[in-house]
């Protein structure tokens, strides 16, 4: 493992010896950086990642008009990994996830996600899946549950479409908006498994209502295929928006993102996590993307929970870097499993199982992270789930030459020892 300074290039950090943005490899990709954003009034510019300042509407002229390309993801095959390398510790069997109830929110950017709130059999926290673009299902979710009614379907977040007022089934949106067919029916989307039910059998709290066609879980392929709506002569189709793709061609983004009520909430500029928690949104938000997922673990302080880091923050203002100030406390410098965010990447029909249903160049996953442990700790016992790419996230402050981003000396030697000390790879290279 590299130490410190040997792996970081001099001119990486614009802590260390800043050099104009051009003569930097990885900043070739990020050209557009150059633009002096507005940023939202009365917040610190180093809190706010360029798309989400200001707050914007779709399509309208914002920041993020200049950020429209996504970093360049590099290929990855962990079964070609030599066995001698240091493997993360893996749990045996995955835990059993469940979508307990997932709602719409749209977000300050102007983006909509659908926050999926899981309960597990591991332990007693609400991880979290937030999940961007319409063909992401979860399966639990959609799953029948004995004895409810269309009305209990929808409080709980498992319906078609879109929820308004009035509406009476989970399963058929009669106002479904018709749009454009860009983009063919993705073969893999997690309604494939879907069949139509006459409107006799719709039930809402017990009452038959008039609607059709009706979707319910489980049907045959013939059956499927002859729900396939014509287009009409206009280029609009009826076809529910879960069942047109969001495709772009590659497997979606996925982010598993640890909590951090320092960085995400307490403006803390001691490490990037509510940084990469926006780019990781902003990027899945991005007019091409093909959507994706951030799973947000509760395992705060890399798993030693919010009193241990503080401790661990005291001392590191002792002198101590972050792996140190963890073993000086009794833990692991990195504490953290990743067996839950297998389990709904799995549950979210991103698992290897679902993979014979997508095309060759969707199936896996994109992974986008820095830490070599996450990368093969995601994959799950079993390869439960296959990441195909990892897209490095580089610190804005990075890629802006210090213009954007945390920054500060606390930044720099947390960054430093990710790189040193844990093998992080935060270069694009
Ligand atoms: N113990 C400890 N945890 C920290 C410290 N700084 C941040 N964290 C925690 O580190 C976790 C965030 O790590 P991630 O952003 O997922 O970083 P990573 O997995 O190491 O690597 P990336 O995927 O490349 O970002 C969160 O749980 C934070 O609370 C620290 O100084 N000490």
């Known amino acids: 493992m590299a130490r410190p300074g040997e792996e970081l290039p001099s001119h990486a950090s614009p802590m260390i010896s800043p050099l104009p943005r051009s003569a930097a490899p990885y900043l070739s990709n990020w050209s557009d950086l150059n633009d002096e954003s507005p940023s939202t009034p009365g917040l610190p510019n180093n809190l706010i990642s ?60 102007g983006a909509e996600m659908f926050l999926h709130l899981y309960q597990n059999d591991s332990d007693n ?16 979710l959609d799953a029948e549950r004995p004895g409810e009614t269309e009305m209990d379907r929808m409080i709980r977040g498992a319906y078609i479409g879109r929820l308004r007022p009035g509406r009476m089934s989970s399963r058929f949106d009669p106002d479904q908006n018709k749009r454009p067919l860009s983009r063919r029916a993705r073969s893999g989307s997690a309604l494939k498994n879907v ?21 319910s879980p489980a049907t045959t392929q013939d059956e499927q295929t002859s729900e396939q709506p014509q287009d009409n002569g206009a280029g609009l189709e ?15 983004l996925v982010r598993i993102h640890s909590e951090c009520y320092t960085g995400e909430t307490a403006w803390s500029a001691r490490c990037d996590c509510g ?45 101590n870097d972050t792996v140190e100030a963890n073993l000086l406390l009794r833990h692991p ?46 994959e799950g016992p079993n390869k439960e ?3 195909r790419e990892r897209v490095p996230m580089i610190p804005l402050a990075w890629r802006t030459g210090g213009a954007k981003g ?20 935060i270069r694009d290279d």
């Open 406 to 425: 945390v920054r500060g000396a606390e930044i720099e030697k947390y960054l430093e020892t990710k790189i040193g000390r844990m093998g992080h790879m």
């Open 195 to 215: 069949t139509t039910v006459s409107e006799e059998e719709a039930v809402v709290d017990g009452t038959t209502v008039t609607a059709s066609p009706v979707q």
């Open 50 to 109: 360029p798309a989400f300042t200001p707050p914007a509407t779709p399509g309208a002229a914002t920041p993020s008009r200049h950020l429209n390309a996504e970093p360049k993801s590099i290929p990855v095959d962990t079964s070609l990994d030599d066995p001698a390398t240091k493997q993360p510790h893996l749990l045996e069997k995955l835990p059993h996830v469940e979508c307990v109830v997932r709602a719409r929110i749209p977000t300050t950017s």
């Open 385 to 387: 789930v296959r990441v």
């Open 275 to 319: 940084e990469q928690l926006d780019e990781a949104a902003r990027l899945m938000s991005l007019p091409d993307s093909a959507g994706g997922v951030i799973v947000y673990l509760r395992q705060e302080g890399r798993g030693i929970g919010l009193a241990s880091k503080l401790k661990a923050y005291n001392l590191q203002d002792l002198g």
């Open 125 to 140: 926290k609400e991880h979290l899946a937030i999940v961007f673009g319409n063909s992401i299902r979860s399966r639990s």
């Open 238 to 252: 009826t076809l529910p928006e879960e069942m047109q793709s969001d495709s772009n061609g590659k497997p979606p």
């Open 333 to 378: 410098a990195d504490a953290r499993t990743y067996g839950l965010a297998t389990a709904i990447l799995q549950d979210l029909g991103l698992g290897t199982d679902s993979d014979e249903n997508k095309p060759e160049a969707e199936r896996g996953i994109r992974l986008l992270t820095n830490n070599p442990d996450k990368v093969r700790a995601v």
